[in-house]
């Protein structure tokens, strides 16, 4: 494994690249570099959302592969998938991602329905969201949160001693 300097100032600094992530995309960044920019990336990115819907760094890449692709239809899905992953949790990253990708929803007639939707989040059996590329919908009925607010842990007390 070749090596490569980290601080160019302070060459004695030397390390090994970190690994890839699992399957072989670059973890540190959010955005996608331009060599991996593709539908291809994209559907290995929507495959390890529905193994692991909690994985909010791989639904930001997947949202940025498509909108750098210039594909409003798959850049709504992507966000649609997000907002059924965070429930009723990051009420920040919502917005941001609503502002910022607010023509490819706009497009679809997301806009105003998602803004309605802010604060509570979204259903994922609402037939609104029934888009192709989107992942986490389901027509079945039912509730899954795949992301729930961190509770305070009760205070315990000492442990008995036997």
Request: net charge positive; proline share 10%; with cysteine.
């Amino acid at each position: 494994m070749n090596t490569f300097i980290t601080a160019p100032g302070n060459p004695g600094r030397i390390r090994t690249p970190s690994p890839p992530a699992d399957f072989g995309l670059p973890v540190r960044s959010l955005d996608i570099s331009a060599a991996w920019r593709s539908p291809a990336t994209a559907t290995l990115l929507a495959a390890e959302i529905g193994r692991r819907p909690g994985n909010l760094h791989a639904h930001m890449q997947r949202i940025s592969i498509w909108q750098k692709l210039g594909n409003p239809a798959q850049t709504a899905a992507a966000v649609i998938d997000l907002w059924i992953a965070l429930g009723t949790c990051g009420i920040e990253l919502r917005t941001r991602v609503l502002n910022v990708h607010h023509a490819a929803l706009e497009q679809h007639n997301l806009d105003i329905y998602l803004h309605a939707r802010l604060h509570r989040g979204i259903d994922r059996h609402a037939p609104e969201i029934a888009l192709r590329g989107v992942v986490l919908a389901s027509p079945v009925e039912g509730s899954r949160a795949f992301l729930r607010p961190a509770a305070a842990k009760p205070e315990r007390g000492p442990l008995p001693t036997p």
